[in-house]
């Protein structure tokens, strides 16, 4: 008879962010777009956004993500025994991401991998990490969500180049007493797959002299405005019942930043009070991506950490196209 391990409930121990020191605003980006100010801010709530440096690699801004959430959580680095790393640019097929942070934070020997679930990224890491502390295969969990997408974006792209930005979140999951994490609720729409995607026809390599070509990101924009709005939003009321929470009990909700009026909507679809504080992290960030979920928590909580303690529901959804939500109980 195979002996089966069992864990403990999980919870979300701390959490860390990290944004480049380049603050972009609207007025950088307009000329090049022909568009405007105003123009950007109606669609988007996007007032200006974090540039990485040329010389800042999605391992820099996870590092030091990483080692603000360890230093919160009271752990030390060999404490952690399973690194998830959620990214779509860090630019290896292999070695992994995760291995190559894991040497740097000075912990080689834990287990390390790498998915790639776009904007919901880490919002499927959370659920993994969730769910091997329950099961006994994990203890603590280094979950990062972590991008650099201004490497992979046409900055002539009127439909993209104002939406973007870089940075990096994590959190540290460990066990818990009681569950603070709920059931995670995850699924695709693949037929429609492509309405994101990284394209390597749309542009050539900006070094000519390697005539090499290189991804940019493009997208169907109404098409995943109805998807999220109306499709990721009944999703969150899934994950809302999985938990056994009702709208009325939560202190906050945390969406992918991608679109306030997507955020706007998908609060309304769900029928959140008034009294749930939502994140609008998106208005000083742009979209980060897989890094975009903790980002806006660590945000929100810094603002507002009589929140700590209280029921959020994070959702994550973008290229794939894939979504992932849980209620969880903040650090």
Request: aromatic letters at 8%; glycine letters at 8%.
């Given at each position: 008879?195979?002996?089966?391990?069992?864990?403990?409930?999980?919870?979300?121990?701390?959490?860390?962010?990290?944004?480049?020191?380049?603050?972009?605003?609207?007025?950088?980006?307009?000329?090049?777009?022909?568009?405007?100010?105003?123009?950007?801010?109606?669609?988007?709530?996007?007032?200006?956004?974090?540039?990485?440096?040329?010389?800042?690699?999605?391992?820099?801004?996870?590092?030091?993500?990483?080692?603000?959430?360890?230093?919160?959580?009271?752990?030390?680095?060999?404490?952690?025994?399973?690194?998830?790393?959620?990214?779509?640019?860090?630019?290896?097929?292999?070695?992994?991401?995760?291995?190559?942070?894991?040497?740097?934070?000075?912990?080689?020997?834990?287990?390390?991998?790498?998915?790639?679930?776009a904007c919901a990224g880490f919002c499927y890491g959370l659920g993994m990490a969730s769910d091997f502390i329950r099961a006994g295969s994990s203890k603590y969990v280094l979950?990062?969500?972590?991008?650099?997408?201004?490497?992979?974006?046409?900055?002539?792209?009127?439909?993209?180049?104002?939406?973007?930005?870089?940075?990096?979140?994590?959190?540290?999951?460990?066990?818990?007493?009681?569950?603070?994490?709920?059931?995670?609720?995850?699924?695709?729409?693949?037929?429609?797959?492509?309405?994101?995607?990284?394209?390597?026809?749309?542009?050539?390599?900006?070094?000519?002299?390697?005539?090499?070509?290189?991804?940019?990101?493009?997208?169907?924009?109404?098409?995943?405005?109805?998807?999220?709005?109306?499709?990721?939003?009944?999703?969150?009321?899934?994950?809302?019942?999985?938990?056994?929470?009702?709208?009325?009990?939560?202190?906050?909700?945390?969406?992918?930043?991608?679109?306030?009026?997507?955020?706007?909507?998908?609060?309304?679809?769900?029928?959140?009070?008034?009294?749930?504080?939502?994140?609008?992290?998106?208005?000083?960030?742009?979209?980060?991506?897989?890094?975009?979920?903790?980002?806006?928590?660590?945000?929100?909580?810094?603002?507002?950490?009589?929140?700590?303690?209280?029921?959020?529901?994070?959702?994550?959804?973008?290229?794939?196209?894939?979504?992932?939500?849980?209620?969880?109980?903040?650090?």
């Amino acid at each position: 008879m195979i002996h089966v391990r069992t864990g403990s409930d999980s919870r979300i121990m701390s959490v860390g962010g990290y944004q480049p020191a380049r603050i972009v605003p609207n007025s950088e980006i307009i000329e090049r777009i022909d568009s405007t100010d105003e123009w950007i801010r109606q669609r988007t709530g996007i007032e200006s956004r974090r540039f990485a440096a040329k010389d800042e690699s999605v391992l820099d801004m996870a590092q030091a993500a990483c080692l603000q959430a360890i230093e919160r959580s009271g752990l030390k680095i060999e404490d952690i025994d399973t690194v998830i790393f959620a990214s779509i640019t860090y630019p290896y097929q292999a070695p992994s991401g995760a291995t190559a942070l894991s040497a740097r934070l000075g912990n080689p020997k834990a287990a390390a991998f790498d998915i790639n679930a776009a904007c919901a990224g880490f919002c499927y890491g959370l659920g993994m990490a969730s769910d091997f502390i329950r099961a006994g295969s994990s203890k603590y969990v280094l979950v990062i969500g972590v991008e650099k997408l201004t490497d992979f974006v046409d900055p002539a792209d009127r439909a993209t180049a104002f939406i973007f930005a870089d940075g990096a979140g994590a959190v540290v999951v460990g066990p818990s007493d009681h569950p603070a994490i709920g059931p995670t609720v995850w699924g695709a729409d693949a037929d429609s797959r492509d309405a994101i995607l990284l394209d390597p026809s749309w542009l050539e390599f900006r070094d000519s002299a390697t005539n090499v070509a290189w991804p940019v990101i493009s997208q169907q924009g109404q098409a995943v405005f109805r998807w999220a709005a109306y499709s990721v939003s009944k999703a969150g009321t899934r994950a809302l019942a999985a938990a056994g929470v009702s709208p009325d009990q939560l202190a906050a909700f945390i969406p992918h930043q991608a679109n306030v009026r997507i955020i706007e909507t998908m609060a309304k679809e769900m029928g959140l009070p008034d009294s749930v504080v939502i994140a609008q992290d998106i208005r000083t960030s742009g979209n980060t991506s897989a890094a975009s979920v903790p980002l806006a928590m660590a945000a929100l909580l810094k603002d507002r950490p009589e929140l700590s303690g209280g029921l959020a529901l994070l959702i994550g959804y973008g290229a794939g196209l894939v979504y992932a939500g849980q209620v969880v109980e903040l650090p």
